[in-house]
C-alpha cells in the first residue's frame, strides 16, 4: 500500500498560509498543526462515528493521495493542504518545534488519561518505561496533579 517516493513526517507544525472561503476557524498567519491524517470521506459509517482513522477513504499526511490524486508527503513538504477538522490551533506562546511532538507522542498517551478518568487530581498512575512515550505521560500526568 506504500506510495514512492514517501517521505515520512507525520507530526507538522507551521503558519497557516491560505485557508478556503469557508473557514473561520483559522486564517491566514495562526500558527497550527496536523497529525497523521488530513482528510477523510466524512460520509462513511466510521466517519459519522468520528472514527476517521479508520474510513476507507481516509488521507494520511504522508505516502496518501489527495482528492485530485495528487500524493501527500508529509512534514517534510514545503506547503500541506489538510481539511480544518484535523487542524490545531498551536498556542503563540508555544515554540513550534515543541509542539510537533505533541500532535503524536502527546495525543498518544493524553487520549488514554483522559478516557480512563487518570487525568483528575490525586489519581495515581504508573507509567511503564521512560522513552519518548512515557516521558510525556509523565509530564501530563503532573500537569494534571495526579
Not at 506504500?2 to 478556503?20: T, W
Not at 508529509?74 to 515543541?98: C, E, F, Q, T, W
Not at 511532538?101 to 478516557?115: D, H, R
Request: a neutral charge.
Amino acid at each position: 500500500m506504500s506510495r514512492y517516493p514517501m517521505l515520512l513526517g507525520h507530526e507538522i507544525v507551521g503558519i497557516v498560509a491560505e485557508v478556503g472561503n469557508k473557514v473561520t476557524k483559522f486564517k491566514v498567519g495562526d500558527k497550527v498543526g496536523v497529525g497523521c491524517l488530513v482528510g477523510a470521506c466524512h460520509s462513511c459509517d466510521n466517519c459519522n462515528k468520528s472514527l476517521e482513522n479508520y474510513c476507507p477513504k481516509m488521507i494520511f499526511t504522508y505516502g496518501g493521495l489527495y482528492y485530485d490524486e495528487t500524493m501527500t508527503y508529509g512534514g517534510y513538504s514545503d506547503s500541506m493542504v489538510a481539511n480544518k477538522h484535523y487542524v490545531v490551533r498551536i498556542p503563540d506562546n508555544l515554540p513550534l518545534d515543541a509542539s510537533a511532538p505533541l500532535l503524536c507522542v502527546g495525543i498518544t498517551v493524553y487520549s488514554p488519561l483522559k478516557y480512563y478518568g487518570l487525568s483528575e487530581p490525586g489519581m495515581h498512575v504508573g507509567v511503564v518505561g521512560l522513552g519518548g512515550l512515557g516521558h510525556v505521560a509523565v509530564k501530563f500526568a503532573k500537569a494534571f496533579g495526579v
